[in-house]
C-alpha cells in the first residue's frame, strides 16, 4: 500500500492498459488508519487524441463482470480435465461429471454447452494420447505424455507442440554449430511480442549459413516474411501454424542476442521491440526453460534435458555460460561478471579470496569514468565511490557463500558418517559376533584422551579390520590415560 500509484505510461508492452489491471493497480493506493484517500496518477508520453480517450474511459470504467475462463473455445475444459486425470482426482464418468458440476462454467451457463465442451475436451485428449481409457478399472488415466505435461505446467496444446518439435529434433539432430537451434526450443510458443516484419526480414537477409540452417530446419522461409511484409502495415495478423513458428523464431533471434550479452537497449534497437517487451520475453522464456527441461525429465529424454536446462538461468541473467557461476553473487550483473571473469575470477571462491581493493580495480579499469567538469583527473567520481561499495558487498557475500557451501558440506558428511555407522554390522541390539569388532582405544603416547565403547552405545561401534584375537568392547567415557575412571578399571577384565 502506498499514499499515491503513478502510472508511468498506460502500455504493458505494446498493450494498452485494460480495466481490470488498471483498478488492479490503482486500488493500492491509500494506506489503511493512515490515509483518507488514495491518489492514483496516469501519465501520457502520447498526447494523441486516442490515448486521452482510452485514458478518460479507463478511469471511469466499472469492473467486468467475472467470467470463467473454462469458456474459452470448445476445448477449454482440456487443461483442467487432464490436470486432475493426471493428479488421479477423478477417474470415472460418475467423478468427471461431480467435478464439472462444481465449475463457475457451469454455473454460468447451461448444463448441454458444458457436457458438450467436456466431451470434446476428453475426445481430444484420448486423440492425442494424453490420456487413455483403462478398461480393467473403467477410469481415464493419464498416459506418460500427459504425467509429462501436467509435470511442466504446460498446457495440452502446448505440450503437443513441444513433443512434436523435440521429437523431430531427435530423429533429424540438432544443429549445434551455433546455440540458435536450442534457443528456439525454450522460446515460448505463444507470446505477445508481435514482429515488425520488415525489420524482421532485413535481420533474416543478413543471417549466415548456420543460423540459415536453424531456420530451414524449423520451417521459416523467405517466401511468408515477403509476404509479411507486403501486407498493410508493418504488423501482419496471421494466426496460423507457420504465422506462430515465424513470430516464434523472430523472439529467439532477440533471445540469441541476448544471451551472448548484448546490452539491452542495443537489442530493442535492433529488433525496433520496445524495451518492456525484451524483459517480459526474457522472464517468460527463462520460466519456459524450466518447463521444458521438467518436460523431457519426465519423458526420460535426459539428453535433451542436459542440452536445455542450463537454458533456464543463461536467459534470466542473459549472460554466456562461462560467467554462469559468477551470477550466484546478487550485486553481480553480467557486465560487472565478464569483466571479473576476464581479469581471472572465475569463480565464487576465487571472489571469495580476493580483496575488495583488487575488484574495485578490476571493475574501475574495465569500465572507466570520463571525468568532466571541475574533477579532471576522473579519481573521485561518483561511478568509482559506488563500484568501491559494490565491491566490498561483493566479496563479502562471495565470502558468506563459500562458508556455507563447506557448512553444508560439513553436514552432508556428517550425516552420511553417523548413517553408515547405523547401518554397519553389529550396529544393532542383537548379539555381536566378538570376532568382528575390536577396541578403538589409542596405546599411542601421542594420544591425550582414549575413546572407549559402551555396551548400549551401538554408534560408537567401529569395525575391526585386523585378524588378531578380539577384544570385548569396553564401556568407557572420555578421560585422561593418566587417571583411569573407576568405571574403566572395572571393565578391564571381560564379564
Given amino acids: 500500500p502506498a499514499r499515491r500509484v503513478i502510472f508511468r505510461t498506460p502500455y504493458i508492452g505494446n498493450q494498452f492498459l485494460d480495466v481490470s489491471r488498471y483498478k488492479q493497480m490503482a486500488g493500492r493506493a491509500g494506506r489503511t488508519n493512515l490515509d483518507d484517500t488514495g491518489e492514483a496518477v496516469l501519465m501520457l508520453r502520447n498526447t494523441s487524441e486516442r490515448d486521452k480517450c482510452t485514458a478518460a474511459k479507463l478511469m471511469g470504467e466499472d469492473l467486468p463482470n467475472l467470467e470463467s475462463c473454462l469458456k474459452s473455445g470448445e476445448l477449454g475444459m482440456a487443461r483442467p480435465l487432464l490436470e ?62 500427459g504425467q509429462a505435461t501436467v509435470a511442466s505446467s504446460l498446457g495440452p496444446d502446448e505440450g503437443l507442440v513441444v513433443f512434436e518439435e523435440l521429437s523431430k529434433a531427435r530423429e533429424e539432430g540438432f544443429i549445434l554449430d551455433t546455440e540458435l537451434h536450442l534457443i528456439y526450443h525454450v522460446t515460448p510458443i505463444f507470446h505477445s511480442l ?19 540452417r536453424v531456420a530451414d530446419r524449423v520451417g521459416v522461409s523467405d517466401e511468408y516474411i515477403c509476404m509479411a511484409c507486403s501486407s498493410l502495415g508493418p504488423r501482419y495478423q496471421d494466426s496460423s501454424k507457420v504465422a506462430r513458428v515465424h513470430r516464434r523464431f523472430f523472439a529467439s533471434l532477440l533471445l540469441f542476442d541476448l544471451i551472448n550479452e548484448m546490452p539491452i537497449g542495443k537489442v530493442s534497437q535492433k529488433y525496433e521491440v520496445a524495451r518492456g517487451s525484451v524483459q517480459a520475453l526474457q522472464t517468460q522464456a527463462a520460466s519456459f526453460a524450466g518447463m ?55 569463480s565464487v571462491a576465487s571472489l571469495a579470496e580476493a580483496t575488495p581493493e583488487e575488484v574495485e580495480a578490476i571493475l574501475v579499469k574495465a569500465y572507466p569514468f570520463k571525468a568532466a567538469g571541475g574533477d579532471p583527473s576522473g579519481t573521485i567520481t561518483y561511478v568509482k565511490r559506488v563500484e568501491s561499495r559494490i565491491s566490498k558487498l561483493i566479496v563479502a557475500e562471495a565470502q558468506t557463500y563459500v562458508s556455507n557451501q563447506l557448512m553444508s558440506v560439513a ?12 547401518t554397519s554390522p553389529g550396529a544393532s541390539n542383537g548379539a555381536r559376533s566378538p570376532r568382528q569388532f575390536t577396541s578403538p582405544i589409542s596405546t ?11 555396551n548400549d552405545d551401538p554408534s560408537m561401534v567401529s569395525p575391526s579390520r585386523d585378524v588378531s584375537p578380539p577384544l570385548q568392547p569396553i564401556p568407557l567415557h572420555l578421560t585422561s590415560p593418566t587417571k583411569p575412571s573407576p568405571l574403566s578399571r572395572a571393565s578391564d577384565s571381560p564379564p
Avoid at 135 to 145: C, D, F, I, N
Avoid at 411 to 422: E, G, N, T, V
Wanted: charged share 25%.
Fill in 444 to 454: 599411542s603416547k601421542r594420544s591425550r584422551r582414549s575413546l572407549v565403547l559402551k
Fill in 411 to 422: 553436514r552432508d558428511l556428517s550425516a552420511a558418517s553417523a548413517k553408515k555407522r547405523r
Fill in 292 to 346: 521444458v527441461a521438467t518436460f523431457n525429465k519426465r519423458l526420460g529424454w535426459w539428453a535433451v534435458e542436459a542440452l536445455l536446462a542450463p537454458f533456464g538461468s543463461r536467459l534470466d541473467f542473459a549472460v554466456q555460460m562461462d560467467i554462469l557461476p559468477l551470477m550466484q553473487i546478487s550485486h553481480i550483473r553480467g557486465f560487472r561478471a565478464r569483466a571479473l571473469y576476464n581479469a581471472g575470477l572465475h
Fill in 84 to 145: 486432475i486425470i493426471a493428479s488421479g482426482v477423478v477417474g470415472t464418468v460418475t467423478e468427471i461429471q461431480r467435478f464439472i458440476n462444481c465449475t463457475l462454467f457451469c454455473s454460468q451457463s447451461e448444463y448441454a454447452s458444458v457436457h458438450g465442451n467436456t466431451k470434446k475436451s476428453i475426445d481430444y485428449l484420448a486423440s492425442s494420447q494424453l490420456i487413455e481409457w483403462d478398461s480393467s478399472s473403467q477410469k481415464y488415466r493419464a498416459t506418460k505424455l
Fill in 194 to 212: 508481435e514482429p515488425n516484419w520488415q525489420v524482421f526480414s532485413s535481420i533474416f537477409s543478413r543471417l549466415k549459413g548456420d543460423m540459415r
